[in-house]
Structure formats: structure tokens, C-alpha cells
């Protein structure tokens, strides 16, 4: 037999065969929001419980060191879903509510790749990558969207929990909207006579502001920027987690139906547990860490019934499940909800220094777990994986080539079939650039407070180089830098070239 028949053979026992033609495998992405590494109980670390987000760690390959490119959301997932690192992209900063798109409509996305593979794709959940071109009118239909980046099908909100617009939209229009009722949303100024958490503290019957988020208030949750109208349109926290999840079983059913000879890619970005964290009361008090932890186990509820529903519709084997988190953990966020008074014993940053916003590990360092029954064998790796490389490698799983990116192809590390992964990575926060290589990662000096205050979390500053290695010393307790001269000029050089 030559090799080109081998390797067909390979491919047709790799991806499965229907009706004596290859199939590719459905995708999932389930990124969460903010969630900590020690927050899935399948990594040790913590004390929460995560029974659902564990079965398909103990069932799939488990990465201990899996990163988001950044420590915040936007230049997070502007990586995730293109291939590029976001600090080539000045606007991949936390953007507020009515941001206009951000992704260049010409580069090929992850769903744009999967597309020539004649995937359907669609996001359901966070976008939080801007919509329109930049005077966005909520009451019309709404360009520059998921739609123009690949998505066949979106129901999104179009930031994060805590700002406005507090509105799902799906595909190009606000949801629920009435004409005699038109949405406006600015983050510059108030509408005339319009009440804020300030001007009305009494309307915060739900949460308060501890920091930020007190301007309109919605729900009884105080928000970032202001609103005005569009009362039938706004959602309801704590429906949101049913919501989300209905919709993407809409879309699996909706797919499996229609072009059942086509794969799917859901992107399933999930908002817990980032601010204001309000689940549904099913899960309201269930953890006994406060709305932090009770939202945690509400995300995780809903991990656990989409896996149930594969299965149930026969598609576990034939579903690639990755799932990761859009950056590390934080406590208090915002607002007074006890995430740090109730946290007991559980820690959210297990063994890593730092947190969200941070350059520190947990700033980047996420849970990372990939899952395909029959096809992944349970394991665990200390390969350097990135979300920055979901394009490429899913690509090529895909059988599509796609331009050159600054993804890496790593499906053999995301399938465990090697420990290999990445050699260096760029990691950031806050538009400050460290560099990982190897067991060692190196953070330039850097002016300023090394610690958040509001958030109380180190953000990795300090006025002189900093080197870790990581291996002997995941909490970076231990700054190498003046005692490792050589790994110093290495480190440095390599970065600078990097990313000139
Ligand atoms: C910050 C918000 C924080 C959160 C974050 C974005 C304040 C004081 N803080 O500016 O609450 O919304 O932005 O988080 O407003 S992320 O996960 O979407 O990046
Ligand atoms: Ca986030």
C-alpha cells in the first residue's frame, strides 16, 4: 500500500466514517469568563466542585499550562478567534458597549477558516469585539457583526454583564425591541433625566457598586455607561445562563438537521463568572462562596447539559470539546457580593501569582482541557498550549489552509497525541508584553503601582527585570534575574526580536 492510501486510511479512522464518507468532527469552544484555574475542581487546587467541567477533564487531556494570549477579555478572545496576537491590534483593549468591530473583516477567523470546510458556525454568548462601525443606531439593523467575521448564526450581547447595552442580539438586531420604545446606549453622557446608581442608589435593590459600574441601573444592578429606552428588550441576569444554553442546543439541533452532512463550530462563550455575578436562584446559595462560587456551579450546570445533549443526540464521538477560560480569576470585580468574605478555603488562583489584569501566571495561566470521546485518551500535559492556536490547528483539522497567522498548528498536543506545544509565547495585560520560553518566562521593568488596589491583585510591575522559572517556582516567588545574567540576555533578546 503506498502512503497516500495510509494515510487516507488514518484520516477516515481519525474523523469517523458516515455512509462511507469522511465526516469531519463538530467543534465547541466553551470559554468562560474569568474563571480560575483552581476554579475547576479537576486541577486540584481548590475547593469548588465542577463535576460537569471534570468529566471532560478526566475524560480528555488536561493542560496544566494552557493561556489565554492576554489577561482581560477583548484582546483574549480577539486571539482566540483570529490567530494574532492582540497587541498588533491597538484596538484590542477593553472595549465599552458600543465599541465598533474590531476584527478586520478580511482576516480569516477561525469560523471564516471553518467555512471553506463548509462548517456552520455561530456565537452564542460574550462578543465583546465591538459591533458596527462606529456610530452604531441599536434600533436598526446592525452591520459589521459576527456575521462579517464568519459567524453563520449569533445571539450575543454585545459586551460583557456589567455595561450597557443590557440586550441579547441575534444576528443583526436587537432582541425584543418595540419601535415605540428605541434604545439608546452612550458611554460619554447621561439622557436627560435618566436615574444612575449616584442619582438613584435606592434602584440598586439587587447589588451595589463597589468600584466603577455607577451609571445606569438595570435590574436593580448598577452598570457601566448609560441607556436609555428599550425597556422590552432588556435581559434578565438571571435567566441569561438558560438562555445561552438554549440557544446553542437550538443551533446544534437547528444544524444536525438541515445540513446533517456538514460539520458544526459553536463558539459557547459563557458569561459566568465575571461581574455582576447573578445566577438563577436554582443555583443561589449552593456553593456557600456567594454569588462568585453560585455562578460557577451555574456555568458549570450548563457544560454539564450540553454534554448530556450530545450524547443523548449521538455526537459525543464525532464533537471536538475544547474549554478554557477568556482570562485568570478575580474577586472583588466591582461590586460588594462577598466573593472574598466567602471564599473559605477555595482558591480561585491556585498556586499562581497575580490574577485578572495581571502579567503575573494568573493573569494568563487558564483552565484548558480538551475532549473528544473515543478519540482523545484521558491524560494530562504540561505542554505550553494557546488559545492563539485554536485557528491554525483547527484548521488543519479541518483540511483547510488558511494565510500564516501568528497561531502555530498544535492539534497533535490539543488531541494528546504529544506533550510537544508551544516553545515561546507573548503574553499581555493592559498593553504590557511579557515573554514565556521554555519553563522560563521574562517581564520587562515597568513604571507604576505593582499592585490594583481596587482589585487587589499584582499586576506584575516593578522597576526592575523580572525571571522566572517557572518549573521550580510556578508561584514566581523567586526573581532570578540579577542570578541568571545569561537566561537574562537570552530571554531579552529574544523578545525584543520577537516583537519588533
Ligand atoms: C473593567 C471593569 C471590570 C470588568 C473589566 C472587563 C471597572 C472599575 N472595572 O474596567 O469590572 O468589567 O473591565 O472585564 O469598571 S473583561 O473580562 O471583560 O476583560
Ligand atoms: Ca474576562
Redesign the pocket.
Known amino acids: 500500500m503506498n502512503k497516500i492510501f495510509l494515510a487516507f486510511l488514518g484520516m477516515l479512522s481519525f474523523w469517523g466514517s458516515v455512509n462511507g464518507q469522511v465526516k469531519k468532527p463538530n467543534i465547541i469552544i466553551i470559554n468562560l469568563?474569568?474563571i480560575g484555574y483552581g476554579d475547576v475542581s479537576a486541577y486540584k487546587k481548590g475547593t469548588l466542585n465542577t463535576p460537569n467541567i471534570d468529566f471532560l477533564a478526566n475524560n480528555g487531556v488536561r493542560f496544566n499550562r494552557g493561556y489565554a494570549t492576554s489577561a482581560?477579555?477583548?484582546p483574549?478572545r480577539y486571539a482566540l478567534l483570529t490567530g494574532i496576537y492582540p497587541w498588533k491590534n491597538s484596538q484590542a483593549k477593553?472595549l465599552p458597549g458600543d465599541a465598533p468591530l474590531i476584527i478586520d473583516t478580511s482576516i480569516t477567523t477561525l469560523p471564516k477558516a471553518l467555512k471553506k470546510a463548509n462548517y456552520k458556525s455561530a456565537v452564542v454568548g460574550?462578543w465583546?469585539l465591538g459591533l458596527g462601525n462606529g456610530n452604531i443606531d441599536w434600533n436598526k439593523k446592525i452591520t459589521f457583526s459576527p456575521s462579517d467575521v464568519g459567524f453563520d448564526y449569533s445571539f450575543i450581547m454585545a459586551?460583557?454583564t456589567?455595561?450597557v447595552p443590557t440586550v441579547y442580539i441575534e444576528n443583526n438586531k436587537v432582541v425584543g425591541l418595540e419601535e415605540n420604545d428605541p434604545l439608546f446606549v452612550s458611554y460619554q453622557q447621561n439622557f436627560e433625566n435618566e436615574p444612575t446608581a449616584i442619582s438613584h442608589p435606592q434602584l440598586m435593590t439587587k447589588m451595589r457598586w463597589h468600584?466603577?459600574?455607577n451609571q445606569s441601573v438595570h435590574n436593580g444592578i448598577p452598570r457601566?455607561g448609560y441607556m436609555k429606552g428599550g425597556k422590552s428588550a432588556l435581559w434578565v441576569d438571571e435567566d441569561m445562563s438558560d438562555v445561552f444554553l438554549e440557544k446553542a442546543l437550538a443551533f446544534i439541533q437547528n444544524a444536525k438537521s438541515t445540513q446533517s452532512e456538514n460539520p458544526f463550530f459553536l463558539y459557547f462563550a459563557l458569561h459566568q463568572p465575571?461581574?455582576p455575578r447573578v445566577p438563577h436562584q436554582r443555583f443561589v446559595g449552593k456553593s456557600g462562596m456567594g454569588p462568585r462560587g453560585d455562578a460557577i456551579l451555574e456555568a458549570d450546570w450548563c457544560v454539564g447539559e450540553l454534554t448530556r445533549k450530545l450524547k443523548e443526540w449521538g455526537d459525543l464521538e464525532n464533537t471536538l470539546i475544547l474549554f478554557t477560560s477568556?482570562?485568570g480569576p478575580?474577586l472583588n470585580?466591582?461590586?460588594f457580593d462577598e466573593a472574598v468574605e466567602k471564599l473559605g478555603n477555595h482558591t480561585p488562583f491556585a498556586d499562581l501569582r497575580g490574577g485578572?489584569y495581571s502579567l503575573y501566571e494568573a493573569g494568563t495561566r487558564v483552565p484548558f482541557i480538551a475532549y473528544w470521546k473515543g478519540v482523545i485518551k484521558p491524560s494530562v500535559s504540561n505542554a505550553m498550549v494557546c488559545q492563539l492556536d485554536f485557528t491554525a490547528s483547527l484548521a488543519h483539522l479541518a483540511g483547510v489552509s488558511i494565510p500564516s497567522g501568528d497561531g502555530e498548528n498544535h492539534l497533535n498536543a490539543f488531541l494528546g497525541k504529544n506533550k510537544k506545544g508551544r516553545r515561546e509565547l507573548v503574553i499581555e495585560a493592559s498593553g504590557r508584553l511579557a515573554y514565556r520560553y521554555g519553563n522560563f518566562v521574562y517581564i520587562p521593568p515597568s513604571k507604576g503601582n505593582p499592585i490594583i488596589e481596587?482589585?487587589k491583585i499584582e499586576n506584575g510591575n516593578a522597576p526592575e527585570d523580572q525571571l522566572f522559572d517557572l518549573k521550580k517556582d510556578i508561584g514566581q516567588n523567586l526573581n532570578l534575574a540579577k542570578k541568571r545574567g545569561n537566561k537574562l540576555s537570552f530571554m531579552k533578546a529574544r523578545m525584543a526580536a520577537f516583537i519588533k
Open positions: 469568563d474569568d482581560t477579555c477583548t483574549s477593553i460574550k465583546h459586551a460583557t456589567d455595561r468600584h466603577g459600574h457601566i465575571h461581574v477568556d482570562n478575580v470585580d466591582g461590586y485578572k481596587t482589585v
